[in-house]
């Protein structure tokens, strides 16, 4: 098995709904990284839940990458 990595920008995050219920790393403009599963996402911002069930609402322009980890079979 392998691991394929997803990198969304800034700009293409306000119309992702596919990402809500996916556990990604959200790194911020100030290089902060969040890791934890997206409830939310809108042109507003990305609702996050962190390892320990805590809730964070990180705005759009606050937002440089999120990345995605799908496993594979090769």
């Known amino acids: 098995m392998g691991k394929r990595q997803i990198v969304y920008k800034a700009d293409q995050i306000g119309e992702r709904g596919d990402l809500v219920e996916q556990e990604v790393n959200l790194i911020t403009k100030e290089d902060r990284v969040w890791h934890g599963r ?17 809730k964070h ?4 322009e606050e937002i440089e990458t999120i990345y995605r980890d799908i496993v594979t079979d090769y």
């Open 38 to 54: 997206i409830e939310s996402v809108d042109q507003s911002g990305v609702v996050l839940r962190d390892a320990r069930r805590g």
């Open 57 to 60: 609402r990180i705005p759009l």
